[in-house]
C-alpha cells in the first residue's frame, strides 16, 4: 500500500519539477530560437532582436544554402567520414582496451601511464600537422580518420568497463579451446553494446563535428565536409566570395547574414540528432557501467 506523502516531500517534489522545468526551457529555447530564426524573413529579422515564432515563414535561407551544387558532395564527404571514423575508432578503441582489461598483461601499467600521460600532454598543434605531413596524408580522407583514431578517455573507460565483466566467462571460453581473439569478438563484444554504442555516439558526433582538421588538412575542396562549406557559404552571406570552389545560383539572393547561419546549424545538426534516438537506450548505460572501477 502506497502511503501519502507528506506536506514537505510535495513542497520538494513542486520545487524539483520547477527547478528542473526552468532548466529545460534554458536548455530547449536556444534551438527553437535558431529553427525560428531560419525560417523567419528579412523584415521580421531586421525588426526583431530574439524570434521564438516567425509570424511569416520562409525559405530563403535553405534556398541560398542548397543553391550550391556541392553540398550533397560535401554531406556525403561528411557521412563517409562519420562512418568510416567511428568504425576505425570503436575497432581501435576495443583492441587496445581488452588487453589492458587482463591482469595477465606484461608491462600493463606502463602502457596505462603512456595513455594517461597523453590526456595531461600533447605535442599540440604544429607538431601533430609535421607528423602528418611527414606521413603523406595531407589532403586525404586518412588525415581526419588516423590522428585521432583512439581517444584517451574513451579508452581508460572502455577498459573499466572490459574489467567488470566477470572472469568466469573468459576462463569458460578458454576450457572449450576459444583464442583471445576468439573471447573479443564472441564474448566481451556482445557483453559491451551498451558502452560500444555510447563511444560510437561520442566518436560519431566528433566526426560529423570535423571542421579544424579538416581546414589544416585539406586543401581540395571536392574533399570538403559539411561544416567547411556551411562555412564558406555564412562568408559569403556576409558578402565574401568563395571563388570558384562552390558555385551558386547567380540568379539567387542571399538572405539575411544571420538566418543563413541559423539555417546552417539546423543543416550540419539534424542528421546527427536522427541517430540519437537509435542509441539513447545505450547512452546512459554504457557511460555509467564503465565509470565505476577504476
Not at 530547449?28 to 526583431?48: C, D, M, R
Not at 558532395?73 to 582496451?97: D, E, H, Q
Not at 569458460?172 to 576459444?178: H, M
Not at 539572393?253 to 537509435?278: C, D, G, N
Amino acid at each position: 500500500m502506497v502511503q501519502d506523502k507528506s506536506l514537505g516531500n510535495k513542497i520538494f517534489d513542486s520545487v524539483n519539477v520547477l527547478v528542473l522545468g526552468l532548466f529545460a526551457l534554458v536548455t530547449i529555447i536556444p534551438f527553437v530560437y535558431i529553427v525560428a530564426g531560419s525560417f523567419a524573413t528579412q523584415e521580421e529579422l531586421l525588426s526583431k532582436g530574439f524570434i521564438l515564432f516567425p509570424t511569416e515563414f520562409s525559405l530563403a535561407a535553405y534556398e541560398f544554402i542548397f543553391s550550391t551544387s556541392t553540398l550533397m558532395r560535401s554531406m556525403g564527404v561528411t557521412i563517409f567520414i562519420t562512418v568510416a571514423g567511428t568504425l576505425i575508432n570503436i575497432i581501435m578503441t576495443c583492441l587496445m582496451a581488452y588487453p589492458l582489461a587482463r591482469k595477465d598483461l606484461d608491462f600493463r601499467r606502463p602502457i596505462q601511464f603512456l595513455v594517461i600521460f597523453t590526456m595531461l600532454f600533447s605535442g599540440g598543434m604544429i607538431p601533430t600537422f609535421l607528423v602528418v605531413k611527414q606521413m603523406g596524408l595531407i589532403d586525404t580522407y586518412w588525415s581526419l580518420l588516423l590522428p585521432g583514431a583512439i581517444s584517451a578517455f574513451n579508452l581508460i573507460v572502455m577498459r573499466s568497463f572490459f574489467q567488470q565483466l566477470p572472469d568466469g566467462l573468459e576462463e569458460s571460453a578458454k576450457i572449450d579451446g576459444a583464442s583471445d581473439p576468439g573471447i573479443l569478438v564472441r564474448i566481451v563484444i556482445p557483453l559491451s553494446l551498451p558502452a560500444i554504442a555510447t563511444f560510437s555516439l561520442f566518436y560519431a558526433v566528433g566526426h560529423w563535428n570535423t571542421f579544424f582538421n579538416a581546414v589544416l588538412y585539406i586543401n581540395d575542396s571536392a574533399k570538403w565536409p559539411i561544416q567547411v562549406l556551411l562555412r564558406q557559404i555564412v562568408i559569403l552571406s556576409e558578402g565574401g566570395g568563395l571563388g570558384d570552389t562552390t558555385s551558386f545560383d547567380a540568379t539567387h539572393v542571399a538572405p539575411p547574414e544571420q538566418s543563413v547561419k541559423m539555417a546552417a546549424i539546423v543543416v550540419s545538426t539534424i542528421p546527427i540528432l536522427i541517430v540519437y534516438p537509435f542509441l539513447q537506450k545505450h547512452f546512459a548505460k554504457g557511460v555509467l557501467l564503465g565509470s565505476v572501477k577504476g
